[in-house]
């Protein structure tokens, strides 16, 4: 197929329409795939962060009394708080009246004008840190207390007090800091005991792990999307040649198809023309070579028409163009028929034709009555051409699973295993000089073949050279009309 530049173009066409479209499909799914991944991992994040603010904002409330103002007991929930402290002022919102052994360590950054910052580590009566179970004591996330005014009174996590948007009222936010990371950040707003408004919450988490594993699944998409590409590529190629094989295959047939039509018409055509041109140089021309003549181009013209029925009726019946009058057929009476007309061609050749009919109730089918005796008949005749002298024929019928099975089985030169697969193909001939002598054109099994299959049926050949051949052909049998009584 390759050799030939129509097909080799094809093929190629196919394979880069396939990949094509396999490219776009495999893009469109890879961007799924990708918009799926991240937006589970986002809807997981947002309910993490909220979870985590969800049970912050409920501890804090059992703490705070007053609005604006920190409680001790604050610094037992988030350990790690940094507030502000104003100068020559007292710490802003933080009251540390009575509680004990606390220790104030200064930072040396200023903030502000007015402010600066101030941890403070929390330790219990045995001077020891207290344990923090919180999840969001990690590096992840990031907590801001704002008062009613919006100014920030405490946070933790981080020193850079401008990292935070101070935009109010949007419950999400997503940002990014200096060094590039971005967050996400979720507000509620605080209550104290008493229900009055203490201020916000914002509770922000880096979404540095969020990104990294969606940049892995990037790379992953962008590597495997040229590779996935070239193995389609290579399996498109692959598949774009098996998908062509039936059409190269019925390409080669039509081929052969016209030459060996163009051949058979011709040799029936030569034979008439030197017939006609040898007559036409004898002169005078007597009355009995005038009959011979045209005895001659008679069974030429016989020869010719008959091998254009034979090509027309093939062509329409591959068309479904012939409308075939369906009856019900008995196949007992089929056999019968053909079996004396046969006996009268084998007389001279030593031939014996015999019946086996193993079914004593007479067998029907539904059928197009002529075009089933044909079918019969090829069978027979092929059987008779290819069986030398003194050799066997047998016409056998049957039923069996609810079909009609028959059977022409004869003791011929047989045919060879690697041809089997051919006989039923048009102008196919297994020894074509011995069908030519027999005026045979190579179209009978093809018309058996085709016959059948328009009456839904099978045909099997078994065969060993020199031992013969049995063809079997099988139909199905009208349920109702199985055991009609036979006339």
Known sequence: MNQNSLFKRTKLRLTCYYAGVMGVILSICGLGVYEAIAHAHWITLDREIESVAGALHDSLETVL?????????????????????????????????????????????????????????????????????????????????????????????THNLDLFPHSQGEIWQTFTDKSGIRYRQYSLILHTRNQQNWGTLQLGRSLQDFDQYMTIVTLILVIGLPLALILVGFASWKLAGIAMQPIYYSYQQIQQFTADAAHELRTPLAAIQATVESRIKLEPLTETEAKETLKIVDRQNHRLSQLVKDLLLLSRMDQDAIPLSKKLCCLNDLISDLQEEIAVMVLNSELFVTTDIREKQPIYILGNEEQLYRVIFNLAINSIQYTPPGGQIILGLDSSHQQAIIQVKDTGIGIPLNEQSRIFDRFYRVHSDRSRKTGGSGLGLAIVKAIIQAHRGSIEVESQPGKGSTFTVRFPLKPTATFMPYS
Do not use: M, W
């Open 65 to 157: 009394q007053q609005p604006g103002q920190l409680e001790p007991d604050v610094l037992r929930i988030i350990p790690d708080l940094c507030f502000l402290k104003a100068k020559k002022s007292n710490y802003i919102g933080l009251n540390l009246v009575n509680y004990p052994n606390n220790k104030l360590k200064k930072n040396s950054p200023s903030f502000s004008p007015n402010f600066e910052l101030n941890c403070l580590p929390i330790i219990d009566e045995n001077g020891q840190n207290f344990h923090r179970l919180a999840p969001y004591h990690n590096n992840s996330y990031l907590i801001r207390l704002l008062n009613n005014l919006g100014d920030l009174v405490a946070f933790t996590g």
